[in-house]
Structures are given as structure tokens and as C-alpha cells.
């Protein structure tokens, strides 16, 4: 078996799909079979399963799978510290934002630590869940995530840099708007911007709200954080969204604590800490920095 085989059949075994592999690598949907067909010889044993929708691993297929990631993500590790190495200060880092992420959290240190790197390619990729964040982790195609923290998972470190309190963002001539702070529970019959439903962040302000027997209603879904600021300043609704950079001086906006909400935890999320390049390190470092540097 080779190394190709092993990284196209993990490819298999997490979009459940030959031909979707194919054309993910520009090739027939037999060279992959060829690929999976290989290791079923060598290993003696059926590693997939065909479902009338793609195919599955089978029992043996899920043990191979896991050891193949963890062998070819650490190879991949390797190789990036031996470039490293070779190069100096020199590479490159790839990290997985939202879509309000630079705005609001790295501006600044991005800013920095160009300055301080300037032979270093940064490279920003939006991912669209914590999940699809945690596996380009394992393959080995990030080296850094920016997360709302949450639950362990296997195989991945997850590092808290800030504690984003809850506020009620609504336009500076709404009745609210005067409000130094709001309970929770005077929210329960007004009508809000919901944030993406299946984002971490949603699923921790409905789990904080439930621990003080609060249900929020929502008539409006955005996709963003930054959304639902701009709906809120332009009146279409109220918004309950994390305390972010630089919205106070917003001046159509008026940012109403809600002290008694559970804090965001926000961070890094990597898979080995002491596996990352020195280049990388080096950027999640600044980026807390300036997180934890008072007045900026």
C-alpha cells in the first residue's frame, strides 16, 4: 500500500462517495476504486461497504481510517516543520476564520505581525462550522481554527484567548435603547434576529437562556454577526449578539448588557500545540496578545 492509497481512501471513508473523491482529485471514478481495491488486497479484509447512496467503511475500514488519519496528519505536521526549518521565518499559515473573525479579533495583530513577518503567506479560509474547522484540523489542511470553544473533541486542542459577554444591539431611537442593562427574562416576548441557527455561538446563547428558564423568540435569520448588527442599526429588528470589537463606536447602534447570559468563550483550536510551525505560533501568540491588551 502507498501513502496515496491511504490518503484517498480517508478522503472516501468522509464524503461517503467515490465519484465525489474523483472529481475532487481530477481523475476516473476507478483510479479511486483502484486506490480502495489496493488496500482491500493487502490488508485481506472488505473496507467499504456500498449503501444506495455511496458507500460507508465497514467495521475494518473504520480502524484503518482512524490510523491513517492520525499517521498521514502527523507526516503532514512533520513535513511543515521541516520547511520551517529549512526556510526560517519563512512559510506559511493557514487559519480558518467566520465571516466577521479579521473584523473583529485579528485586524490589529494581522497588522503586527506582518510587519514582523513580512516573508510569511498568510492564507484565510472561511469555514462554515466548528465541525468542518476540526476536520481540516486532523487532514492537516489548517493550522489554526478561531472557534467558539465548546465540548472536547478527540484529537483536537482547543485554547480560550476572551470571554465575549451578551448584548442586546438595537437602533440608538429604539425604546431599549436607553437601557443600561437588561435581565434576560424581559426578552421573552420580544421578537429577534436569530444568528445562524446551526452555528456554536446560537447553540450556547439558547443553552445560556434555558439555564435561566428563557426561550427567545426570533421572526429574521442572518448568516453573520455582522448581519445582525447592520439589521439592528437599520431597525428591522433586535439582535442578541457577542460584545465585539469596535461596536461602541457604531453610532446608530446602542449595545444594552446582559449581564446574567453565560459568556462566549472564543479561541484557538489546533491539533497539537506543540506540533505547530514556529510561523504559526508565532501568530496565535500576537493575536492574544492584542485580545489581552487592555485598550486595544
Request: aromatic share 6%.
Amino acid at each position: 500500500m502507498t501513502l496515496d492509497d491511504l490518503r484517498v481512501f480517508v478522503a472516501v471513508c468522509r464524503a461517503g462517495s467515490l465519484s465525489a473523491v474523483a472529481r475532487d482529485l481530477g481523475c476516473t471514478q476507478s483510479a479511486v476504486s483502484q486506490h480502495v481495491k489496493r488496500l482491500e488486497r493487502e490488508t485481506g479484509v472488505a473496507l467499504l461497504e456500498r449503501q444506495p447512496r455511496g458507500v460507508v467503511p465497514t467495521a475494518a475500514g473504520r480502524v484503518l481510517e482512524a490510523a491513517a488519519s492520525e499517521g498521514i496528519s502527523g507526516l503532514d505536521l512533520a513535513v511543515s516543520q521541516l520547511r520551517d526549518l529549512v526556510d526560517g521565518e519563512s512559510g506559511f499559515i493557514r487559519v480558518a476564520t467566520g465571516a466577521t473573525t479579521v473584523r473583529h479579533f485579528m485586524g490589529d495583530a494581522v497588522v503586527e505581525y506582518r510587519r514582523r513577518y513580512p516573508r510569511v503567506n498568510l492564507e484565510f479560509r472561511t469555514v462554515s462550522s466548528g465541525r468542518g474547522s476540526f476536520d481540516a484540523l486532523a487532514d492537516g489542511t489548517l493550522d489554526l481554527a478561531w472557534i467558539t470553544l465548546g465540548p472536547p473533541v478527540r484529537g483536537i486542542e482547543q485554547r480560550a484567548v476572551a470571554e465575549l459577554p451578551w448584548v442586546l444591539a438595537v437602533r440608538s431611537d429604539d425604546p431599549l435603547a436607553g437601557r443600561e442593562r437588561l435581565d434576560p427574562t424581559e426578552l421573552a416576548d420580544v421578537r429577534l434576529i436569530r444568528l445562524p441557527p446551526n452555528s456554536a455561538s446560537a447553540a450556547q446563547l439558547d443553552a445560556s437562556c434555558a439555564e435561566l428558564g428563557v426561550r427567545l423568540g426570533y421572526d429574521t435569520n442572518v448568516a453573520d454577526w455582522d448581519t445582525a448588527l447592520l439589521l439592528a442599526e437599520l431597525g428591522v429588528g433586535r439582535a442578541v449578539v457577542p460584545e465585539l470589537s469596535g461596536l461602541a463606536a457604531t453610532g446608530g447602534l446602542r449595545l444594552i448588557p446582559l449581564p446574567e447570559l453565560r459568556p462566549l468563550p472564543v479561541g484557538w483550536a489546533v491539533r497539537r500545540w506543540e506540533a505547530l510551525s514556529p510561523p504559526a505560533r508565532a501568530f496565535a501568540d500576537t493575536v492574544e496578545r492584542f485580545r489581552r491588551t487592555p485598550g486595544r
